[in-house]
C-alpha cells in the first residue's frame, strides 16, 4: 500500500504509529497475526518536500482447525459396519474443508475384534495448524449362539439305542462351533415308554445364551408278530396248494350269513376298538379321516372286498381313532355286507413323507405300499406319535 503525505516529518512518524496500530487492531479481529513496516523516502519539489510511505504487511494464521465430534465414545457390535468419518465434522477460520479432509489421518481400528481401541483423528489447515482428538471405539457382542436342532420330534420304540445330540449344533458369531459346549438339562430312557422333553443350552464368551428344546417319544414295544402259516390243505382232495395264503392273488369267497360275526358293517376292528371305515379313495379318504372319528380307504383298491385279491390302504388319525394300531396283531376289517374278514400283521414300520425306502431293508417305498397287485391283505396307516411326517405302516394278510 502506497500512501502519499505532505507535510513535515513529524506528521509522518505520527501517521505511521496510527497505521501500525490499526493494522494490528484489523489483524487481531481476524485472527490473525502479523508485522506492519513503514519505510520512507524523500523526493524534492519547488517549495516542498514530498514523503513516501510503504507498508509491508506480513500476515500469519495460528488458529487450529476444530474436529468436531457428533457424540462421544462409540459402542459397535462385533463386525458391525462403522466409520469414524461419518460421525465428525471439520471446520477451520480460513482453510476450506476440502483441505481438512484431505489432511485428515485417522489411527487403525477394527470391529471383529472385542474390547476397546483408542482412536486418533489428526489434521491440518493450509497454514499448517494442526488438531487432534481422540475416541474410544468399544467392540461387544451381544448375540446370542444360534441351536440348530434338525427333527423337533424324534419317535423311539421302547429298548432302541437313543443319542440325544444326534442332529444338534450350536454355532455362534464370535467363537464359532460350540456344539461341544452344548448341555442338556435331562436324559431320555429309551426303556421307559413316555415323552421326553430335552433343553439345549449354549452360552458364548461373552455370556450371551441360547436355549432350544427337542421332544423325544418313546413307544411302547409291540408285541412280536406271529408267522402265519402259508400253506393250505384243499379238504376235498387232500392234496397241498403250493400258493401262499397271505399273498394270493386268487378271489376269497365270500362268508355266509352263518359265518357272519357281531361286528358292525364297515368298520376295522383291533385291540378291542372299532372304527367305523369309509371307501374315501384317494379323492376323499383324507377329509374323511378329517372330519371326524372315522378310517378310510386311500391308496390301493380304494373300495374295499375282502375277496377282490388285492391290496387295499387304510388310513386314520393318531392321536385319534388309529391309536395303538401299530401294536396289534390281528385286523378284522367288516364290509358293507356284514361279513368280517381277519387280517394278521406280518410286517410294522415306519416311513418317512417323500422318502423311497420304507425303512432298514426296505425298498417297495410309498408306491409299494400302495400298491393294490400285492394280493389280499391291507396296508393300515398313521401317523408316529408326535410326528407330522413320520407315519406307521401295519402290513396283514388274510387268514380266512
Known amino acids: 500500500m502506497i500512501k502519499k503525505l505532505q507535510g513535515d516529518v513529524d506528521m509522518f512518524k505520527s501517521y505511521k504509529s496510527v497505521m501500525s496500530a490499526i493494522f494490528a487492531v484489523v489483524l487481531s479481529v481476524m485472527g490473525l497475526s502479523g508485522v506492519a513496516t513503514v519505510d520512507t523516502e524523500t523526493t524534492k519539489g519547488a517549495e516542498k518536500l514530498d514523503y513516501v510511505a510503504h507498508f509491508d504487511m506480513s500476515v500469519q ?33 480460513l482453510s476450506s474443508e476440502t483441505v481438512l479432509w484431505d489432511n485428515l489421518t485417522v489411527t487403525e481400528y477394527q470391529t471383529d ?34 441351536i440348530n436342532v434338525e427333527e423337533e420330534v424324534t419317535t423311539l420304540t421302547e429298548g432302541d439305542d437313543v443319542d440325544i445330540m444326534a442332529g ?7 467363537d ?79 362268508k355266509t350269513e352263518a359265518q357272519e360275526s357281531s361286528y358292525d358293517p364297515m368298520t376295522i376292528n383291533f385291540n378291542g376298538k372299532s372304527v367305523p371305515l369309509k371307501n374315501g379313495g384317494v379323492a376323499n379318504g383324507q377329509a374323511i379321516i378329517d372330519s371326524g372319528p372315522y378310517a378310510s380307504t386311500w391308496g390301493g383298491a380304494e373300495t374295499f372286498s375282502g375277496t377282490d385279491g388285492l391290496n387295499t390302504h387304510i388310513i386314520g388319525h393318531n392321536p385319534g381313532p388309529f391309536a395303538g394300531i401299530w401294536t396289534a396283531n390281528e385286523i378284522v376289517v367288516v364290509d358293507e355286507k356284514g361279513t368280517p374278514f381277519t387280517y394278521q400283521v406280518t410286517d410294522r414300520f415306519k416311513l418317512r413323507d417323500g422318502k423311497v425306502q ?37 402290513e396283514a394278510h388274510i387268514v380266512n
Not at 495460528?62 to 459402542?75: H, L, R, S, Y
Not at 472385542?114 to 457382542?141: F, H, M, P, S
Not at 444338534?168 to 464370535?174: F, L, R, Y
Request: some cysteine.
Open 176 to 254: 464359532g462351533d460350540l456344539t461341544d459346549d452344548i448341555e442338556v438339562d435331562i436324559d431320555v430312557d429309551a426303556d421307559t415308554p413316555g415323552e421326553y422333553t430335552v433343553t439345549y443350552t449354549a452360552v458364548d464368551s461373552s455370556n450371551n445364551k441360547a436355549e432350544a428344546t427337542k421332544k423325544f417319544v418313546v413307544e411302547a414295544k409291540p408285541e412280536p408278530v406271529v408267522e402265519q402259516n402259508t400253506e393250505s390243505t384243499e379238504a376235498s382232495s387232500g392234496s397241498q396248494s403250493s400258493s401262499s395264503t397271505n399273498k394270493s392273488n386268487a378271489p376269497k369267497e365270500e
Open 358 to 394: 420304507m425303512g432298514t431293508d426296505k425298498t417297495e417305498g410309498w408306491e409299494g405300499v400302495v400298491n393294490p397287485n400285492r394280493g389280499e391283505m391291507i396296508s393300515v396307516q398313521t401317523c408316529v406319535t408326535g410326528s407330522d411326517t413320520m407315519n406307521w405302516i401295519i
Open 61 to 93: 494464521d495460528e488458529e487450529a482447525p476444530v474436529i468436531e465430534m457428533k457424540k462421544g465414545n462409540f459402542e459397535v457390535e462385533y463386525e458391525e459396519d462403522f466409520e469414524i468419518t461419518d460421525h465428525i465434522e471439520l471446520s477451520d477460520n
Open 113 to 146: 475384534k472385542l474390547g476397546e481401541t483408542i482412536i486418533e483423528l489428526y489434521t491440518k489447515d493450509a497454514a499448517g495448524n494442526g488438531a487432534l482428538e481422540k475416541v474410544v471405539l468399544e467392540v461387544v457382542d451381544t448375540t446370542a449362539p444360534k
Open 168 to 174: 444338534v449344533t450350536a454355532e455362534d458369531n464370535v
